[in-house]
């Protein structure tokens, strides 16, 4: 008998008894349950897991519900979980802290949640969860990569969801200015744009290039598309230096500089318009300057008589094309006289200032060391000064 009453105290029966006991108490004493902390708005990403944090001190024989307030839905009392929502759970510590969790928040979870204790009158405390969605690109709303010809226009048109709505920038790739033409200001250059679209009006080649549409609301990642826009126009070929020359027997590099768009199809020819290949005495390059641009390059080896003349370089795509004129000549290297050795060089003007040095000048070389004689000089004699009329003075 005494085990069955032990049982019977252990049973969800003792426990009832137990909090009307305590609930009396409670009353008795005038102590009504109390929130201690004020229930804490949450923002989440959408994914994620959220709880709400319930305080009750002094609860006694009352219960906690979790209320969603906006549509007076109970999710939960005590301890069991009312709504069929899988994801919802409460849990309990034993003391006095009640906590509502969601898992995996939806955006449907969004809205205000109510934490209450059943007295009279009623107690609540009610807290927003906020569910933020990272920015998402709406691919069939979005620009593709796309060709407009050169002075024509480009709308660029980028969308993207989420939550806080999402704001869209540009940028260029490569960091070059955005230009809008039209506009009150007039023509305008900017390193960034804000807004959904992007109008280009009379597009040139320096406008060609990658374009980032970029959205960002504060929650992370931001996401970006890269947008490709292509300006089509007919070759253009400039040529540096149209007269080039070169001595035979030594190599020259012609140049020409190519801008095309789409790329275009370059070469070589003589003047005659005999196409040039690389061999053993030509040689080809190509140097990329830019997205449009290129740098023609010829290398003649060993130029001889043959090799002088005309040449053109060449350049076709499918709107048209162009070419540039070089024309290759004899440059003759100057001629130097080779010096020979073991024979006296005569020197006309140093010859002619001996000749008129002073007799002077001799006798004070003459004093110093033995008379040199023309026999031993190698050089003729000096011719001696005219004879005064009158003596020299002292």
């Given at each position: 008998?005494?085990?069955?009453v032990r049982?019977?105290?252990?049973?969800?029966?003792a426990r009832?008894?137990?909090?009307?006991v305590?609930?009396?108490?409670?009353v008795?004493l005038?102590l009504?349950p109390?929130?201690?902390?004020?229930?804490e708005?949450?923002?989440?990403a959408?994914?994620?897991?959220?709880?709400f944090?319930?305080v009750?001190?002094n609860?006694?024989?009352?219960?906690?519900?979790?209320?969603?307030?906006?549509?007076k839905?109970?999710l939960a009392?005590h301890?069991h979980?009312?709504?069929?929502?899988?994801?919802?759970?409460?849990t309990?510590?034993?003391?006095n802290?009640?906590?509502?969790?969601i898992?995996?928040?939806?955006r449907?979870d969004?809205?205000q949640?109510?934490?209450?204790?059943?007295?009279?009158?009623?107690?609540?405390?009610t807290?927003f969860?906020?569910?933020?969605?990272?920015?998402?690109?709406v691919?069939?709303?979005t620009s593709g990569?796309?060709?407009?010809?050169?002075?024509g226009?480009?709308?660029?048109v980028c969308?993207?969801?989420?939550?806080?709505?999402p704001?869209?920038?540009w940028?260029?790739?490569?960091?070059?200015d955005?230009i809008?033409?039209g506009?009150?200001?007039?023509?305008?250059?900017v390193?960034?744009?804000?807004?959904?679209?992007?109008?280009l009006?009379?597009v040139?080649?320096?406008?060609?290039?990658?374009y980032?549409?970029i959205?960002?609301?504060?929650v992370?990642?931001s996401?970006?598309?890269?947008?490709?826009?292509?300006?089509?126009?007919?070759?253009?070929?400039?040529v540096p230096?149209?007269l080039?020359?070169?001595?035979?027997?030594?190599?020259?590099?012609?140049q020409?500089?190519?801008?095309a768009s789409?790329k275009?199809?370059?070469?070589?020819?003589?003047?005659?318009?005999e196409?040039?290949?690389?061999?053993?005495?030509?040689?080809?390059?190509?140097?990329?300057?830019?997205?449009?641009?290129?740098q023609?390059?010829?290398?003649?080896?060993?130029i001889q008589s043959n090799?002088l003349?005309?040449?053109?370089?060449?350049?076709?795509n499918?709107?048209?094309d162009?070419?540039?004129n070089?024309?290759?000549?004899e440059?003759?290297?100057?001629?130097r006289k080779p010096k020979?050795?073991?024979?006296?060089?005569?020197?006309?003007?140093?010859?002619?200032?001996r000749?008129l040095?002073?007799?002077?000048?001799?006798?004070?070389?003459?004093?110093?060391?033995?008379p040199?004689t023309?026999?031993?000089?190698?050089?003729?004699?000096?011719?001696?000064?005219p004879?005064?009329?009158h003596?020299p003075c002292?």
């Open positions: 008998m005494a085990g069955g049982a019977a105290c252990g049973g969800p029966l009832l008894l137990i909090l009307a305590l609930h009396v108490n409670f008795a005038g009504e109390d929130f201690l902390f004020p229930l708005n949450v923002t989440i959408q994914g994620r897991d959220a709880m944090t319930c009750v001190n609860l006694g024989g009352y219960r906690v519900a979790w209320i969603k307030a906006d549509t839905a109970i009392i301890e979980v009312i709504t069929n929502n899988a994801r919802l759970s409460v309990h510590n034993d003391y802290t009640w906590t509502l969790n898992r995996g928040v939806k449907e969004r809205g949640y109510m934490c209450q204790v059943n007295t009279d009158p009623m107690k609540m405390q807290a969860l906020e569910v933020v969605i990272p920015p998402d690109i691919y069939e709303e990569d796309m060709m407009v010809p050169e002075g226009s480009a709308k660029l969308k993207a969801r989420g939550f806080p709505p704001k869209i920038l940028r260029r790739e490569d960091g070059g955005i809008s033409r506009g009150p200001q007039g023509k305008t250059k390193l960034s744009l804000e807004g959904e679209v992007v109008n009006t009379k040139t080649r320096s406008e060609m290039g990658a980032l549409c959205a960002a609301n504060g992370p990642p996401v970006s598309k890269r947008i490709m826009l292509h300006v089509h126009f007919h070759p253009l070929v400039q230096n149209q080039v020359g070169a001595p035979t027997g030594t190599d020259v590099t012609l020409c500089h190519v801008e789409p275009a199809i370059n070469y070589w020819t003589r003047e005659n318009g196409m040039i290949i690389s061999n053993d005495k030509y040689q080809m390059g190509e140097i990329n300057s830019s997205a449009y641009s290129v023609m390059r010829l290398l003649v080896r060993s090799d003349g005309g040449y053109k370089c060449i350049s076709k499918s709107i048209g162009a070419e540039g070089i024309r290759l000549y440059v003759e290297l100057p001629n020979v050795e073991g024979r006296a060089q005569f020197h006309p003007q140093r010859d002619q200032r000749a040095q002073p007799a002077g000048g001799l006798y004070a070389r003459a004093a110093r060391g033995r040199r023309p026999a031993s000089s190698g050089e003729p004699p000096p011719t001696p000064p004879a005064s009329p003596p002292f």
